[in-house]
Nanobody, 126 residues
Framework: QVHLVESGGGLVQPGGSLRLSCTAS????????VGWFRQAPGKERSGVSC????????SYGNAVKGRFTISRDAAKNTVYLEMNNLKPEDTAVYYC???????????????????WGQGTQVTVSS
């Protein structure tokens, strides 16, 4: 059973930083592409970042390029999303996800991912 857990969300002022974590207890994330997505109220879920197994390929949405960084810690079986210079428009529920089949591709399309965490709220407000 695939069980993903996100953590690290919270309330932060504009210009601030947060680091989100995505962990799995039943399998090794190091063998899977992991994607980060977000969904704001009234909007569709959109891709934020993804990373292939072993971190060979990464991708970022245009809205977060240069501000967000995805990384892995294999020892902790965790994928991180470091978010800097946060803006009010970054406010959303953030999800991590993995596809149903492990492949060395990285896509920011939600339909390509089969298993999702419960999400963590990020609110950027003064």
């Amino acid at each position: 059973q695939v069980h993903l857990v996100e953590s690290g969300g919270g309330l932060v002022q504009p210009g601030g930083s947060l680091r989100l974590s995505c962990t799995a207890s039943e399998f090794s994330l190091d063998w899977w592409t992991v994607g980060w997505f977000r969904q704001a109220p009234g909007k569709e879920r959109s891709g934020v970042s993804c990373m292939t197994p072993n971190g060979q390929i990464t991708s970022y949405g245009n809205a977060v390029k240069g501000r967000f960084t995805i990384s892995r810690d294999a020892a902790k079986n965790t994928v991180y999303l470091e978010m800097n210079n946060l803006k009010p428009e970054d406010t959303a529920v953030y999800y991590c996800a993995v596809p149903s089949v492990s492949r060395h591709v990285c896509e920011l399309t939600p339909v390509e991912y089969a298993y999702w965490g419960q999400g963590t709220q990020v609110t950027v407000s003064s």
